[in-house]
């Protein structure tokens, strides 16, 4: 049985009701007479844009949010990005290599009536970027200018973020992105917020939790833990909420942009996934993610059927800064001596052997594939493995190796993660087969997970590499010598000049070029080695249409409709 992502349910206290309505009402916009019903998770974790990482959080979030930009299907069952807030932007190149965008918004308002200003972006994003918040999804920001500075200083202004006037948003990038306007301004990170609204909501959860302090109950309230005190500014609000049953979002009586979609959004909750299917083949959904693994069981048996890519890589990190593991030898023996399409064959159906390190699905140039151009970096040929570990035993002679070295190393993996378990143990076999090494596995919760890669109090995981963005430079940026992100430890100047190159190219053939370098690099010193790339599946109901994923997993219902009558 494959489990949902658990989540912490969302704390609903009567200390919140501080007289901030949501604003959801009749919409302007004509009636589409569907009322859609979803299925994606457990449960939502958090409603705070900074925070969200699920597929569920997110979703939700895109829906009661609008950013800059909008992402939608388009007539070709692919992706498409508008105007959201901003009616039209500019960009100047300035003198010292840096681009301006110049955003102009469009006359738009929250669900309590109040206009959206540059100045809620400025404080999303300054928030965002802030170290004391410590977001998962602060990367995303990195190439705005004044970031790292941010992150060494702590102070938010130096955030090339700027309020013009009541309509004109001026943001400064490192240099040319172009992922800025598809993945940056439609994240739901970056999502704008009113920030009297995120301190009145934080006042009120502070006093929640200390009543529930004293009265010796949990304290969990946060700013967003009551989706029904929420003011947004998306195409829906919040209807009504049962805390880990349904979310029921209608149409925001408030909203000024172009809409079409459903009158209503339901989200229903399913501890597993099969419990999900059972609510889409009760015709209770008519949608759910992800499909449970006999239904991609069933899928898998098509030869001409392909998964959802998913925006991750399962991998193995190495911390060079420890013995044996500073030995780039051993790394690639270790390497060589996994049969990934045996080990990914243990895992989802949808899952993938890792030929490199960015997955497929993430564009290069227009219509091309950058795994599919890229070619295969990792040999995952089975015919091969044979070769492959006879060519790692060599490497092994002829390092510094010390079966001794190897006694105590653990590999840690994150706990509640079917597929990072069943890789763990499988690498660590296939070590002890081929190469007589012995190492032991450990579950660990994540945030111990994330606390020891931070310090570099580990020798080996295993973790799900997400990129921030739908571009292969988020899945090479952080290995960097100087990124925070860095936590392997790596340092490599050639590595480091690519990746400054690419920053800063304004020619998309040369940055593509350095792109595939500077992965081909990374991988033959092996500071990491990809295993898997994780697949998905999921379903929509015969006779509907318009469903839109974003690489990053997130899904948009903003423009879901009938096909057919009935």
């Not at 240099?175 to 934080?202: E, H, I, N, S, Y």
């Not at 490199?356 to 995952?380: K, N």
Request: charged share 20%; net charge negative.
């Amino acid at each position: 049985m494959r489990r949902l992502k658990r989540a912490a349910i969302l704390a609903v206290s009567a200390a919140l009701a501080i007289g901030i309505l949501s604003g959801c009402g009749a919409s302007h916009q004509q009636s589409s007479g569907l009322n859609l019903s979803v299925c994606l998770g457990g449960g939502l974790t958090t409603l705070d844009p900074i925070r969200a990482t699920t597929e569920e959080d997110q979703t939700v979030i895109e829906h009661l949010y609008e950013n800059l930009m909008r992402a939608s299907a388009d007539n070709d069952g692919g992706t498409t990005v508008a105007n959201g807030i901003a009616k039209s932007y500019n960009t100047d190149k300035n003198y010292d290599g840096t681009v301006t965008y110049t955003f102009k918004l469009r006359s738009a308002k929250w669900s309590d009536g109040t206009a959206v200003t540059p100045a809620d972006f400025v404080y999303a994003w300054q928030r965002l970027a802030d170290p004391v918040s410590a977001s998962p999804n602060a990367q995303i920001l990195s190439i705005v200018a004044g970031f790292d500075e941010v992150q060494s200083t702590g102070d938010v202004a130096k955030l090339q973020v700027e309020a013009k006037n009541d309509s004109t948003l001026c943001v400064t990038l490192t240099g040319d992105c172009p992922w800025f306007l598809t993945d940056v301004c439609t994240a739901a990170a970056t999502m704008p917020l009113r920030k009297d609204v995120v301190q009145t909501l934080k006042a009120g959860a502070i006093k929640s939790n200390k009543a529930a302090s004293e009265a010796g109950q949990e304290a969990t309230a946060t700013w967003s833990s009551d989706p029904m005190r929420l003011v947004t500014n998306g195409q829906y609000c919040t209807s009504s909420y049962q805390v880990g049953n349904r979310l029921v979002l209608a149409t925001n009586g408030k909203y000024t942009g172009t809409a079409s979609g459903p009158d209503t959004v339901t989200f229903r909750f399913a501890e597993t996934a099969e419990e999900a299917w059972q609510l889409y083949d009760a015709k209770e959904v008519d949608f759910i993610s992800p499909l449970p693994e006999e239904q991609i069981s069933k899928l898998a048996e098509d030869e001409d059927w392909t998964p959802t890519t998913e925006l991750n890589t399962g991998v193995l990190l190495f911390n060079t800064a420890t013995d044996p593991f500073s030995d780039p030898q051993i790394r690639n023996a270790l390497s060589l001596a996994v049969d990934r399409t045996a080990l990914s064959g243990e895992l989802n159906a949808a899952a993938r052997p890792a030929t490199g390190l960015v997955p497929y699905g993430v564009p290069a140039a227009e219509d091309e594939d950058f795994r599919t151009a890229g070619g295969e970096l990792i040999d995952c040929n089975p015919e091969n493995y044979a070769a492959s570990c006879d060519a790692a035993r060599s490497l092994l002679e002829q390092s510094s190796y010390d079966r001794g070295e190897f006694s105590a190393v653990e590999l840690l993996y994150p706990a509640g993660n079917a597929d990072a378990e069943s890789a763990a143990k499988a690498v660590v076999a296939a070590w002890n087969t081929q190469l007589n090494i012995s190492v032991q596995t450990r579950e660990v919760e994540q945030q111990e997970l994330d606390d020891a890669l931070s310090a570099g109090t580990y020798t080996l995981a295993l973790v799900e590499l997400k990129g921030y963005a739908n571009d292969a430079e988020s899945f090479l940026s952080q290995w960097e010598s100087s990124s925070t992100q860095n936590a392997v430890r790596y340092y490599n100047s050639a590595y480091d000049t690519l990746l400054t190159v690419i920053d800063s190219a304004s020619d998309s053939t040369a940055r593509l070029g350095c792109l595939h370098d500077a992965e081909s690099l990374l991988l033959s010193d092996c500071p990491l080695m990809p295993l898997y790339f994780p697949g998905t599946a999921w379903k929509l109901r015969e006779g509907l249409t318009g469903v839109c994923r974003d690489g990053r997993g997130w899904f948009s219902f903003e423009t879901v409709a009938k096909t057919t009558e009935g």
